[in-house]
């Protein structure tokens, strides 16, 4: 099995800066993309940043410039440095990876943490 668990959320004020962090950890072989995605109350969930395990780099608009996703493969670890908060990025943070699971070759298999609140204050 493989477990997702984010860090780093919480309350800031606007202008602000905060770094999430989300550990991948289990029976892992290897893994592919890795991502954030937000979701606020009663909206759409949208994908955030994305990283592949080359380091190729996808961001959402409204994030460009302010927010920047990087990995350490060593640790199964992704990050998402985020600078310059609204409140409009307020929500829930969701971590995603596709992991290849020991065993289970060939076979990359989308995991989800549980999320962490991002609250900024005008």
């Known amino acids: 099995q493989v477990q997702l668990v984010e860090s780093g959320g919480g309350l800031v004020q606007a202008g602000g800066s905060l770094k999430l962090s989300c550990v991948a950890s289990g029976s892992i072989f290897s893994i592919d993309n890795m991502g954030w995605y937000r979701q606020a109350p009663k909206t759409q969930r949208e994908l955030v940043a994305r990283?592949?395990?080359?380091?190729?780099?996808n961001y959402a608009d409204s994030v460009k410039g302010r927010f920047t996703i990087s990995r350490d493969n060593a640790k199964n670890t992704v990050y998402l440095q985020m600078n310059s908060l609204k409140p409009e990025d307020t929500a829930v943070y969701v971590c995603?990876?596709?992991?290849?699971?020991?065993?289970?070759?060939?076979?990359?298999?989308?995991?989800w943490g549980q999320g962490t609140q991002v609250t900024v204050s005008s």
């Open positions: 990283i592949s395990s080359g380091g190729s780099t």
């Open positions: 995603n990876a596709d992991v290849e699971v020991i065993g289970r070759s060939n076979y990359f298999y989308p995991y």
